[in-house]
């Protein structure tokens, strides 16, 4: 048995506190998550059985089960819709709890259960459903139903249209009867479920390096002071003094047991050196610190009634750390606000300008170009009834075929869609030909997309009014004419293919097929219509940053539709393979086209992007943006938003089309660097060309992109987005890495990268609920990184450096102590001094500091963006850092110990009647003074004095005077030592001992301070160089830094030296000075105060 010098409650309270925190926290959150679930497993459901509805809770919803569910309720399994309250069986749902979109979708049931909508009917429903295994996919889902009507079977393909998945909500719908597919955890929502890989902060990672650094001095000193225990005792009057004789028992014990029994009792002796108590008070400043950040008004969004919000506060100080930023584009560096701009028809191109249409060049009937297509053919008024005309043609040779083209045109914007409508009120609508009164509040258009809703817009504004479907019918209300569509198939988006289509029945009976897509996927397939002219076009509206989607048509044969249509049920209703077979279908059905014409639509830059990016490379951190967009549009737009600039040498590695051709490439791109190594560059890559780089030449792609300023890659996949961030995660300079975006696409990269950010944009949530931060607008990075992230690493940083710090001066003493009484295991400080060290005496100082210091003024933060290179690489939890406050505590350490050692070491009579300090008192001595150091010491690093800091600073060396003399004061009947009984009180009472503590503090403190005072004079850094600004040869201070008279150097004074050293200044000194370079934002505020602030007052 180990004869420990502290008792187990010593050692064991502050490890008891740390795990007893972490416990509750974990605790808590863990029945906060149970009470989540059993009210999503509890929820009552209504279930047909018997002939009957059924009330049961979900968790007892079994396969087969079918379920009754109403508006706005929502739905708990996965459900295949058997029928609705609407005849055709369609229903209207959101999925934004499950993908952050939020627009309407629709489902439709299969026509032979549609019918089906009473309780009885469904009862007498006799079906078989297959279907697939579960899988995590929420937009795949292949099956089919087997329905058995008067002893026939109908067999009906079963896709995502039908599938209702758990989690989603019921819109627009009275009430919808659906069968039970998958239930539990093999739900599409449950297998979703998937835990985000922890997430460490560079600062967690130096922590656990020190510690282990601390845990090797730890062993160290156990093992030096055991080796020294048994070479002291080798002398045989020190082995068994007369005093201390040993029992049979000792004598004959194993020497071996003894050496580790030993070893073991000095390692409780030093265990204090470890700093457990650092985690608790990490936790606390990661969470009281992450509320500053959606308190920040600063980071307020107005218009949205948006504020920051933080999800993990674990990574608060990595936010001072990133070197690169990935951001997408649409929606994030733009407002994700569709604008109808400009489209070209036919080979000719049209601007939109005040609601009308007007070509840019001559038309058949007008040759100036400035002439409102409109105005020109405002004759053919009563020329509705050319609409439905079979005779559909590429090249118009008069003015009745050119509005039959611009007709069919955007005739094909408003099919091919898949736009919901709330309500349709069309009586105002005009009969103009490209012109009409329809206001866009008469029909308010709801769409997955705002291109589409954009479009749809444009094509009512221009008279060709898309006002509703019903059932399978579309009607579109044709310069004045209601016109029905009949909608046959629809060939649903995909990020393969890059187009949509829809096949619908004419009025007129012909069947037509209309396709929208990028022009990379819909002019290869074109045999008609002016495809050179309008690929000009594209290009030229891509260079103005503008959005661009290519439209075509194809008009089926009566034989030729039987076939397709025959094509399609056969691969809808494929069990096996059936994304490849309809694929095949569609690449079957999607060609010969004719081409329609291009559409062209603005998306506006979000306010002040360019400054945040400029900001941002000025901090050295560099910017990638990741699009989908193509090239042409992503560089006009990185062009605007200063991403690229004008002078810069942009590099392009497009359209690669093997690993060799890629190779070679990038060869030629990393010699024109090394040529031009003067230049900045650019690198502009596609998604076809990174997954060659990516494959084979990782190493030749990152030296690539590492020597561009800024990269550019276009036409990127989610998954390609994230593949990036790790391929820049794992180089070897293990960079930290931030992406920035605002749709379900970017989740990928958010999840991947050291901090992800959502922007809580048009897109849905789904990418603000999985990210660590979310913000409403790009440009609020600037001051999240900048000021935010600045202030939190530097308060963390010193937190960790200044708690090992702290806990070195607490334990060296005890260790020099040893050399003092034969290594016999002697405490130096009372047990309850050694609990209550790191939970009262020194804490609280530290956790305020480490939440409202500002060593520099946050303004100057976001104005000097340059400061940022200063924290980066994590340059203050350095090694050298480490070891300067390590050697610190060390040197403290031993002023305190032989300090009071040679006040009382010779003559211990130091009182006026004679009485002797003892072991109990010169241990004391030792911790008051200690206390009081390391206390003010933190005092001397606080730059930004608030009453909660003179509160807690000097209220904790006041509270640990009056504790001690209650504490020494009364004999405590429960204690089974009473050692400390008047040995405060006598020690206050001697005048040498004030003398001591009072000499020993300002002996540590002002090697501190000196070492402060050089530094700052002759190896100031950048951010003491900007606590001052110099204006007309005078110096000047800002808020919470020192101060300096009109003329006055900085040596002039002893007093005003300490001033600048501990970084603080009388109000009545303060002027703030701003150089005319300095950019300043005028609606800034403070960090604090939250006031605003106008230039003209500084």
Same mark, same amino acid.
């Not at 997408?328 to 080979?347: A, H, P, Y």
């Not at 118009?396 to 408003?414: C, M, Q, R, Y």
């Given at each position: 048995m180990i004869d420990t010098p502290t008792s187990p409650v010593t050692s064991g309270l502050p490890l008891f506190f740390v795990i007893t925190v972490t416990a509750i926290k974990q605790g808590y959150e863990d029945w906060l998550r149970h009470i989540s679930d059993n009210e999503v497993n509890g929820a009552p459901v209504y279930v047909v059985r018997s002939g009957g509805l059924v009330t049961t809770r979900?968790? *007892?919803?079994?396969?087969?089960?079918?379920?009754?569910? !109403?508006?706005?309720?929502?739905?708990?399994? @996965?459900?295949?819709?058997?029928?609705?309250?609407?005849? @055709?069986?369609?229903? +209207?749902?959101?999925?934004?709890? %499950?993908?952050?979109?939020?627009?309407?979708?629709? +489902?439709? !049931?299969?026509?032979?259960?549609?019918?089906?909508?009473?309780?009885?009917?469904?009862?007498? %429903?006799? !079906?078989?459903?297959? &279907?697939?295994?579960?899988e995590a996919d929420l937009y795949r889902f292949m099956g089919r139903m087997t329905i058995t009507q008067q002893m026939e079977e109908i067999v009906r393909p079963l896709g995502p249209e039908s599938l209702l998945l758990r989690g989603a909500r019921l819109k627009n719908t009275k009430e919808i009867f659906g069968v039970a597919v998958y239930t539990g955890m093999e739900t599409k929502m449950a297998l979703n479920y998937k835990s985000k890989s922890q997430k460490r902060s560079a600062v967690e990672k130096s922590m656990n390096t020190f510690l282990i650094i601390y845990l090797i001095i730890l062993i160290s000193e156990a093992i030096i002071s055991t080796i020294l225990k048994y070479t002291w005792q080798a002398e045989e009057k020190w082995d068994e003094p007369w005093y201390n004789q040993k029992t049979e028992h000792q004598r004959n014990s194993s020497k071996i047991l003894k050496f580790i029994s030993d070893f073991l009792a000095f390692l409780v002796l030093y265990n204090f050196i470890i700093p457990i108590s650092l985690y608790v008070t990490v936790e606390l400043q990661k969470f009281l610190g992450s509320f500053f950040i959606g308190w920040d008004l600063d980071l307020y969004h107005e218009e949205s009634d948006e504020k920051a919000q933080v999800n993990t506060s674990d990574l608060n100080e990595e936010l001072g750390q990133v070197e690169y930023v990935f951001t997408?584009?649409?929606?994030?560096?733009?407002?994700? $606000?569709?604008?109808?701009? $400009?489209? #070209?028809? *036919?080979?000719t191109k049209y601007q939109e300008i005040n609601g009308r249409l007007v070509s840019e060049g001559p038309t058949p009937d007008s040759s100036d170009g400035n002439l409102s297509y409109l105005t020109s053919l405002a004759h053919l008024n009563n020329l509705s009834h050319l609409a439905t005309s079979? #005779?559909?043609?590429?090249?118009?040779? *008069?003015?009745?075929?050119?509005?039959? $083209?611009? @007709?069919? =045109? =955007?005739?094909?914007?408003?099919? &091919?869609?898949?736009?919901?409508?709330?309500?349709?009120?069309?009586? #105002?609508?005009? @009969?103009?030909?490209?012109?009409? #009164?329809f206001a866009p509040a008469q029909l308010e258009y709801y769409a997955s997309s705002p291109d589409e809703k954009a479009l749809v817009e444009a094509a009512a504004r221009f008279g060709i009014v898309f006002v509703g479907n019903s059932g399978e019918i579309m009607e579109v209300k044709t310069l004045g004419k209601l016109e029905r569509y009949k909608l046959l198939h629809i060939l649903e988006f995909d990020p393969d293919r890059r187009r949509m289509s829809v096949i619908v029945q004419a009025p007129s009976g012909e069947k037509l097929l209309f396709v929208k897509g990028a022009e990379s996927s819909i002019l290869p397939e074109c045999i008609g219509g002016e495809i050179e002219k309008t690929r000009i076009h594209v290009d030229e509206f891509a260079l103005k940053g503008l959005r661009t989607l290519c439209m075509a048509y194809r008009q089926f044969t009566s034989k030729e539709y039987e076939e397709i249509n025959r094509r399609l049920f056969e691969a809808r209703t494929a069990l096996q393979q059936r994304e490849e077979k309809l694929a095949g279908v569609f690449q079957f059905i999607e060609k010969d086209l004719i081409l329609l014409g291009a559409t062209a639509v603005e998306d506006k830059l979000q306010d002040k992007v360019r400054e945040t990016i400029e900001a941002l490379r000025m901090a050295g951190i560099k910017v990638w943006v990741l699009t989908g967009d193509k090239h042409e549009t992503a560089v006009s737009v990185s062009l605007s938003c200063g991403h690229f600039h004008r002078t810069m040498n942009i590099l392009e590695l497009l359209n690669q089309k093997s690993d060799s051709e890629c190779a070679e490439k990038l060869g030629q791109l990393a010699r024109r660097i090394r040529e031009d190594h003067v230049i900045q560059h650019g690198l502009v890559v596609d998604g076809t060309s990174l997954s060659l780089a990516l494959r084979e030449h990782e190493k030749l792609f990152m030296d690539v992109c590492r020597n561009c300023s800024a990269v550019m890659c276009c036409r990127m996949a989610p998954l390609q987005k994230a593949k990036v961030i790790r391929l820049i995660k794992i180089s070897p300079e293990k960079p930290i890495t931030l992406a920035i975006g605002d749709g379900a696409n970017d989740v990928s990269m958010i999840q991947e990268a050291h901090v992800g950010i959502g922007i809580m944009g048009k897109e849905g949530r789904q990418a603000a609920r999985n990210s660590d931060y979310a913000i409403a607008r790009f440009k609020f990075l600037s001051k999240l990184l900048f000021v935010h992230g600045h202030f939190y690493y530097i308060r963390i940083a010193t937190l960790v450096q200044y708690f090992f710090y702290k806990n070195v001066c607490f334990i060296t003493p005890q260790f020099l102590y040893q050399f003092y009484c034969l290594f016999s295991q002697q405490t130096l400080y009372d047990s309850v001094y050694l609990t209550l060290y790191n939970i009262c005496f020194t804490s609280l100082p530290i956790l305020i500091y480490s939440l409202?210091?500002?060593h520099i003024d946050p303004h100057v933060l976001q104005n000097k963006p340059t400061l940022y290179r200063d924290i980066s690489k994590n340059r203050q939890l350095s090694m050298k850092t480490f070891l300067y406050w390590t050697i610190l505590g060390f040197s403290h350490a031993f002023i305190f110990f032989f300090g009071s050692y040679f006040l009382i070491g010779k003559d211990t009579s130091l009182l006026g009647n004679g009485q002797m300090f003892g072991n109990w008192t010169f241990g004391t001595l030792v911790f008051t003074v200690m206390v009081i150091t390391v206390t003010a010491k933190m005092a001397l690093e606080t730059h930004f004095w608030t009453w909660i800091n003179h509160l807690v600073t000097w209220g904790s060396i006041l509270f640990y005077f009056v504790f001690s003399l209650f504490y020494g004061g009364i004999l405590w009947p429960f204690l089974s030592s009473q050692n400390m009984y008047f040995v405060f009180i006598q020690l206050l009472s001697s005048g040498s001992a004030w003398f001591a503590i009072i000499l020993m503090v300002v002996t540590c403190l002002f090697l501190d301070i000196v070492k402060k005072v050089f530094d700052r004079q002759f190896h100031p850094t950048n951010i003491e160089k900007a606590q001052l600004t110099e204006t007309n040869s005078s110096i000047k201070c800002l808020d919470s830094m020192c101060c300096f008279s009109e003329g006055e150097t900085a040596c002039a004074s002893v007093g005003r030296m300490l001033e600048r050293v501990i970084g603080r200044c009388s109000p009545s000194h303060v002027s703030r000075s701003w150089s005319a370079s300095d950019p300043f934002y005028t609606n800034d505020r403070s960090i604090l105060t939250l006031s605003t602030m106008d230039s003209s007052t500084c």
């Open positions: 979900s968790k *007892n919803i079994r396969v087969g089960d079918i379920v009754r569910v !109403a508006k706005n309720e929502i739905f708990p399994a @996965d459900l295949v819709l058997l029928s609705s309250d609407r005849l @055709d069986g369609s229903c +209207h749902v959101t999925t934004a709890s %499950l993908d952050g979109e939020t627009n309407l979708k629709t +489902h439709v !049931a299969v026509p032979e259960t549609a019918v089906l909508q009473t309780v009885a009917n469904l009862d007498t %429903l006799i !079906a078989v459903v297959e &279907c697939q295994q579960p997408d584009k649409t929606g994030t560096l733009t407002e994700n $606000e569709m604008q109808f701009r $400009e489209c #070209s028809i *036919n080979g079979s #005779s559909f043609r590429t090249s118009p040779e *008069n003015g009745t075929e050119l509005i039959k $083209e611009h @007709d069919l =045109f =955007f005739k094909a914007v408003s099919l &091919c869609h898949t736009v919901q409508i709330s309500s349709v009120q069309t009586d #105002s609508i005009g @009969d103009g030909p490209w012109q009409s #009164s409202l210091e500002q």
